[in-house]
């Protein structure tokens, strides 16, 4: 089995043409669910969403923990209510902010996104973040927007088992249909495996605590 740093290699190797993209929020989070294969990556197994990510927020005394405190409600973890950014300029193409947030232990299958927010970044390239909160999201269709901009807070919403920040890029603006595009977010700091990276342009993989510059 490839290391996590050869993985990661390998993932940088077959990125080029890649979108790049700046990290949907602020401080230091964690890599879910990331990568190229359905061992790091579930998202994998749905083709629309090939390459996409899961975020969980850090913090607590090290700056590693998802949770405060045993993560019972979804309140409990450090993402929940934590702002959203525009990862790409682009425009709005739609989004849903009226769904209930989950408590823990339950999901919504029927609306596998939750409250969300759609992205054009170009006519093939467009930008899913998901599981916002409910009437947290703060752009409208139409919208212009720019990387950094804010779009919302994370939430709970959707088919979800806690709140964290989902992203793909698709080429169709119909939710999973199409192909999913990798990711390379520019300018951000990486730590793997007790390394650290700055100000690189890399896809991720998961595993990594990432942070923007």
């Known amino acids: 089995m490839r290391s996590a740093v050869a993985l990661l290699l390998a993932l940088i190797a077959t990125a080029a043409g890649a979108q790049q993209d700046r990290l949907p929020f602020d401080g230091r989070w964690f890599a879910l ?99 916002f909160q409910r009437g947290s999201v703060a752009v409208r269709p139409g919208q212009t927007v720019r990387r950094g901009e804010l779009l919302g807070r994370c939430g709970n919403s959707g088919n979800t088992d806690f709140p964290h920040v989902h992203m793909h890029v698709q080429d169709t603006p119909t939710f999973n249909t199409g192909l999913g595009h990798n990711i390379v977010f520019s300018g951000i700091d990486v730590e793997l495996s007790g390394k650290s990276f700055t100000n690189v342009d890399w896809p991720l993989t998961r595993g990594l605590f990432v942070r923007n510059r």
Not at 107 to 126: F, Y
């Open 33 to 131: 669910q990331a990568g190229d294969t359905l061992n790091v990556n579930q998202h994998m197994g749905l083709r629309a969403q090939w390459f996409g990510i899961d975020f969980g927020k850090m913090g607590g005394p090290d700056d590693r923990d998802l949770v405060r405190t045993d993560g019972g409600t979804v309140e409990d973890f450090y993402c929940w209510g934590s702002d959203v950014l525009a990862p790409v300029d682009g425009t709005v193409l739609s989004l849903v902010d009226d769904l209930p947030d989950n408590p823990r232990g339950q999901k919504d299958a029927v609306h596998a996104a939750g409250n969300h927010v759609v992205l054009e970044a170009a006519p093939d390239q467009v930008v899913w973040l998901a599981h």
